[in-house]
Nanobody
Framework: QVQLVESGGGLVQPGGSLRLSCAVSGSIYSIKAMGWYRQAPGKERELVGVISSAGTTDYGESVKGRFNVSRDNAKNTVYLQMNSLKLEDTAVYYC???????????????WGQGTQVTVSS
């Protein structure tokens, strides 16, 4: 089994910053891409940012230039640094990984339980 546990969510004022962390644990052989998605009430889940095992990143249009995804491969952890937060960034943030549990297993997507980020004055 693979577990993803997010932390760092909370309440922040517009213009503020917040850093999310997501630790991957369990029966892991390899971790390929890791990333963050978010879902606001009444909206579909959308890409925030992803990072490959080589460190290549990609971001959703609404967060480019404000958010930064990074990873620590030694700790199996992915981070999301959020700066210049806006009201519309309010959502539940989910981390995920494309992970393999054994050398011969298929690469599957696993998800965390989500952490709430609320931007409000």
């Amino acid at each position: 089994q693979v577990q993803l546990v997010e932390s760092g969510g909370g309440l922040v004022q517009p213009g503020g910053s917040l850093r999310l962390s997501c630790a991957v644990s369990g029966s892991i052989y390899s971790i390929k891409a890791m990333g963050w998605y978010r879902q606001a009430p009444g909206k579909e889940r959308e890409l925030v940012g992803v990072i490959s095992s080589a460190g290549t990143t990609d971001y959703g249009e609404s967060v480019k230039g404000r958010f930064n995804v990074s990873r620590d491969n030694a700790k199996n952890t992915v981070y999301l640094q959020m700066n210049s937060l806006k009201l519309e960034d309010t959502a539940v943030y989910y981390c995920n990984c494309n992970c393999k549990t054994t050398r011969w297993a298929f690469e599957l997507q696993y998800w965390g339980q989500g952490t709430q980020v609320t931007v409000s004055s």
